[in-house]
T-cell receptor, first 111, second 114 residues
Framework: GENVEQHPSTLSVQEGDSAVIKCTYS??????FPWYKQELGKRPQLIID?????GEKKDQRIAVTLNKTAKHFSLHITETQPEDSAVYFC??????????FGTGTSLTVIP | NAGVMQNPRHLVRRRGQEARLRCSPM?????VYWYRQLPEEGLKFMVY????????ESGMPKERFSAEFPKEGPSILRIQQVVRGDSAAYFC????????????FGPGTRLLVL
């Protein structure tokens, strides 16, 4: 099955700086890569996703890049704000149904 | 348009009791997924269901766990004879179908086994 690794496990940045979270996956057949944000005690919420036929996708301060050759994808958050503090999970899917999640990155934005 | 609903939000059971977790998908969604999240860990896939069918249960423990999604009513995740190690947050997600499927998560049920 698919194996997703996520780094770093914790990340602290100053408000206004950028944050980058990286994930690698093992199965080259994976074709869908969503990112979820989970605030403490709350549900995971989809923030951005990318499909394997696209190399980069951007939505305001959030962008995701995908390198299919290297089998890794990254989340980029620019101009970070305190409300960006949360746990972020990447996931990979090769069937389109079953998601394999990374272990999460706890992001803290320091005001 | 209501999102994915789960109840109860918190459930306390003693060892050996049964736990029933319910999930109502978003309106128009016919696909349901269950995940388990242990403290400070990621989400682990358990089972994927469509109406009246289990499509993929490769993540379900072989014993004590079962899931259903009847024609009418919510999806149910059932844990029999709970043990302390079952304590976790259980999330369900739903999607409308089509591949790949964007999944929308419910608020979760936090199960505590005493």
């Amino acid at each position: 099955g698919e194996n997703v690794e996520q780094h770093p496990s914790t990340l602290s940045v100053q408000e206004g700086d950028s944050a980058v979270i990286k994930c690698t996956y093992s199965d080259s057949a994976s074709n869908y890569f969503p990112w979820y944000k989970q605030e403490l005690g709350k549900r995971p919420q989809l923030i951005i996703d990318i499909r394997s036929n696209v190399g980069e996708k951007k939505d305001q301060r959030i962008a995701v890049t995908l390198n299919k050759t290297a089998k890794h994808f990254s989340l980029h958050i620019t101009e970070t704000q305190p409300e960006d503090s949360a746990v972020y999970f990447c996931a990979a899917s090769l069937t389109g149904n079953q998601f394999y999640f990374g272990t999460g990155t706890s992001l803290t934005v320091i005001p | 348009n209501a999102g994915v609903m789960q109840n109860p939000r918190h459930l306390v059971r003693r060892r050996g009791q049964e736990a029933r977790l319910r999930c109502s998908p978003m309106k128009g969604h016919s696909h349901v997924y269950w995940y388990r999240q242990l403290p400070e860990e990621g989400l682990k896939f358990m089972v994927y269901l469509q109406k009246e069918n289990i499509i993929d249960e490769s993540g379900m423990p072989k014993e004590r766990f079962s899931a259903e999604f009847p024609k009418e009513g919510p999806s149910i995740l059932r844990i029999q004879q709970v043990v302390r190690g079952d304590s976790a947050a259980y999330f369900c997600a739903s999607s409308p179908g089509g591949l790949p499927e964007t999944q929308y998560f419910g608020p979760g049920t936090r199960l505590l086994v005493l």
